[in-house]
């Protein structure tokens, strides 16, 4: 896979965002898709992705995220870096989650009360690596 040097795409239904190349901040606004409005910020330092000016995605330092896919079950996506990143991901308010990282269960973790789940997630440069979030039925 590679950096997306649009900022932001479509892709078979999914959203692709991020380029962790870039040494200066960019950004796109005003990103349509589902009938919604996305907007990116991206550069080497940090990615973070908004919708209808709600925080959906930030990673530091910055990753490119691709098939990000949200459900009322859980998010998926691939991410690839040039380094290890944190990942922050808005969900659902104190709920817990299995996170799986290229299909290993790397545990439970529960959203805190503003629904923000953090996770890190090891990235060797240019190598994707798949994230899965999964709610856990109460």
Do not use: C, W
Request: glycine fraction near 8%.
């Amino acid at each position: 896979m590679a950096v997306v040097e649009e900022l932001i795409r479509t892709e078979n239904g999914t959203i692709s965002f991020g380029n962790y190349e870039l040494a200066s901040k960019s950004k796109v606004e005003d990103f349509e898709f589902g009938g919604d409005l996305y907007k990116v910020k991206t550069f080497k330092e940090i990615t973070k992705l908004e919708k209808n000016g709600m925080f959906v995605y930030e990673s530091v330092p910055g990753t490119t995220v691709h098939q990000l896919k949200v459900t009322e079950a859980g998010v998926s996506f691939d991410v690839e870096g040039a380094e290890d990143a944190q990942i922050t991901l808005e969900l659902e308010e104190e709920k817990e989650y299995k996170v799986l990282v290229d299909d290993v269960n790397v545990g439970h973790m529960k959203t805190n009360l503003g629904g923000k789940l953090n996770l890190s997630v090891e990235l060797n440069n240019g190598t994707p690596v798949n994230v899965k979030i999964e709610k856990i039925a109460e």
